[in-house]
Every structure is written in C-alpha cells, then in structure tokens.
C-alpha cells in the first residue's frame, strides 16, 4: 500500500526543512509502510523513553550529533521517561562520575530540544492527562496501556526513536491502536477472585499476559479501578505481554461501546491462578535487603498509604526501603511534610530514575521485595538478584516492628 502524504510532509521528508527532521520523517514513514498504514496523523503530545544511560549506552551519542545539525526543536508538548539516577541524589545512590557525567549530557540534550525533563513513566500523575480520542505518540510501555485504557487516548508502544521522531515531526503513522477496529477485546476474563491490593492488579496481568501475549482483555468483576490500581495492572500486562491496551467493564471509558459477542475465548482468572504468579516470584530464601516501590512512579497517594502504615511501626534494621517516584511529586510530598517524616524513618525517596532503569538496585542488593509484577519480572532477569512478590501490607509487617 502507498501511504499518502500532504505536500508539507514531502517537503519534510525530502530534506527541504533540514535533515534531522527528514531523517524523523524517513522512521515514521518506513514503520508506516511495514504497518499498511495509509496516512500519517498528527499527535497531541509525546512521551520519550531511551533517556538512561544504562540502556541506550554510547550509541545515542552519534544519533545525537545528527539532530544537533539543525538545531531542531519538538513541535508538540514531550515529556521524558525516568534516566539511569537521581539527577540530584545520584552519589548517594553509588552512581559513577563517569555515568553520571553521561545521563547529564542526555538529559541535558533532550531539553535543548524542548523537551520537558519530567523523566518520569507516569506523566499523567504530574497533570499530564491525555483526553479521550487524543493521538498519541508515548513509549513507555505502562504508560502506554495507562493512556489507552484508563484515558481513552490512542497510542501505539513507539520505540525511543520513533516517539522522538513522532516529537520532532509531530506526527504518527495512523496504525494499530491509532484504529478504532484494532482497539475491540479477544479475550474476556471473569475476574472469580478479589483483587485487594495493588499487587493483586499487577498479578492478574501478568497472568494475562503471560497467556495471551499482545491481545486486547475485556475485564469483567473487577470492583473498582482508580488510577493506582489502573497503573499496576497496565504495567504488569505490558511486562509479561506486550498488552498496550485493556478494557474493564465499566470503568474504563470504551469499555460501554465494546460488544463482547464476537471475543474468540472466555476464561477466568481464581484465586489459584493469582496465588501461581505470587509464587513464581517467591525466590528469597534469606532475609531482604532492599524493599522497592514505585513500579510504575509512585504517585502522592501511594507514598501517603506508606506513610501512614508506618505512623505506629518502626523500620528494622538492616533493611533498605526505596521508593521510586518523579521530581514533581517528590516536591509535592515533601510540600506537605511527608518526606520528612519518611526520612527520618530511614526511607529513601529517589526521584527521576527507578529500581530497574538504573544500575543502583542490581548493582548493590540480591534479596530484593516489591509489589509490582513489572519490577519483579526485571529484576530476576538480572543474575544477581532475588525477588519476592508481596501485597504492600504484607511488604510492611515484613519489613517493620
Ligand atoms: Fe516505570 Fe521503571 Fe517500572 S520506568 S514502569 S518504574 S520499570
């Protein structure tokens, strides 16, 4: 199929506006084309991951040099995802000078673009909230899922380059999720059992995914999904599956025009299937040495749950507690006195980077408890590290006196 283009977008793609943005152009273009995808369309915003130097490496730096040439600029509001260290507390963190000296020099690269250092996976917690029908062109994998089932929104999992691409040009090639047929349920999972924590969403999608990798699920007996819950679940299913978008009966903005008449399978999800995925992740046989949350960012809310578990309790010794969130948030937390509070009961609260985009956590700890399946499954891919998955109250009884 010919993908039809406007006469501006030939020009941008035949150089006449500089090579950064032909070269933009030539990826959105080239992934059009392998997709059948027969325009291109223009987005509202961008979210862009590839900022951690532990997973982009050297290699950005000659991508880099290409864009600078044209001193090119973002046209639509872009956001970033986390970087490999908290930019302000990184030697606490035991961040080299030679890493750091590195994610700032990215950092630093991305907001000569103009793009917004929120270096963050949950932008819509720090007032980033797309509207229904908005296209989209976001990367991170979570966020992603968050932006098409919780919000409505449309967008496709873009790879670094391409939500960059996507900035810089403001546009998307109009496939997959960008389509209203693309976005109906395969599979219709009755939720049998209740889902009571946080970790309770995060196991049932990484059963889901797990099963039926990349399908769209239509969710029914699910109580209630704020977007604490909603983030636990849309991690978990992009971690185990790839699912960029889910549906729950009454609660997610589509899911009212969704006809479940035509899904290919019904299945249920029980108390023995939850139960299978914390067990899988129950590999420590000694005590922990770090607890990690905030997988996906942890918002307010999540960080005031901590808080107030911990009014009548102690922390016990030996034992790190970490909790990942963004810049912004970190601000409001400590605006209403609960970092303080946190601090002083020896907690860490690490901003811009998290347990597995940075090299801190692998690096410094093997018996490690979280309650995200997302973290979890990362952080037992790394050879030296254990995880246990745990409900957050259960993490805190462990972990306190
Ligand atoms: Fe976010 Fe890092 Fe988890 S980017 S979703 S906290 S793996």
């Not at 917004?116 to 917690?125: E, F, H, I, Q």
């Amino acid at each position: 199929m010919i993908m039809f283009l406007t006469k501006d977008q030939e020009e941008m793609l035949s150089g006449m506006k500089g090579e950064a943005i032909a070269k933009s152009m030539e990826l959105i273009v080239k992934i059009g084309d392998v997709y059948n995808a027969k325009q291109l369309i223009p987005i509202t915003n961008a979210q862009v991951a590839g900022v951690s130097y532990l997973t982009v490496g050297e290699s950005i730096f000659s991508y880099f040099e290409l864009l600078s040439k044209d001193a090119v600029k973002v046209k639509v509001p872009t956001w970033l995802n986390p970087a490999g260290m908290d930019m302000k507390k990184w030697k606490e963190m035991k961040i080299s000078e030679d890493f750091a000296e590195k994610q700032l020099r990215i950092v630093n690269f991305y907001e000569g673009l103009g793009i917004n250092p929120t270096l963050t996976c949950a932008p819509y917690l720090i007032g980033h909230t797309p509207s229904q029908g908005d296209h989209l062109a976001w990367s991170e994998s979570s966020a992603v899922s968050i932006a098409n089932s919780f919000y409505g929104a449309r967008t496709n999992r873009e790879g670094a380059p391409s939500s960059l691409a996507s900035a810089i040009t403001g546009l998307t090639a109009n496939y997959g999720l960008h389509i209203t047929e693309n976005r109906n349920p395969r599979i219709l999972v009755d939720v049998r059992t209740k889902l009571e924590s946080f970790s309770d969403y995060s196991a049932l999608g990484y059963w889901y995914g797990q099963k039926f990798h990349g399908s769209v699920p239509y969710f029914v007996n699910i109580q209630s999904l704020n977007i604490n819950e909603a983030k636990m679940l849309a991690a978990a299913l992009a971690a185990s599956g790839s699912v960029a978008l889910y549906h729950v009966k009454d609660l997610t903005p589509e899911s009212k025009s969704i006809d479940t008449e035509n899904v290919e399978e019904k299945i249920e999800f029980t108390e023995s299937n939850k139960n299978e995925i914390y067990n899988h992740f129950n590999q420590i046989n000694e005590g922990p040495d770090l607890v990690v949350i905030g997988c996906p960012h942890a918002s307010h809310e999540d960080v005031k749950l901590i808080s107030g578990i911990l009014q009548s309790r102690q922390m016990k010794d030996g034992i790190e507690f970490w909790i990942f969130t963004s810049s912004k948030t970190k601000a409001a937390i400590d605006a209403d006195s609960l970092l303080t509070n946190l601090e002083s009961r020896g907690i860490k609260i690490y901003a811009d980077t998290c347990m597995v985009v940075s090299p801190s956590v692998s690096e410094n700890f093997q018996n490690i408890i979280t309650n995200s399946t997302k973290a979890a499954h990362y952080l037992s891919k790394a050879k030296t590290t254990m995880v246990n998955l745990l409900p957050l109250d259960s993490i805190m009884k462990e972990v306190t006196e």
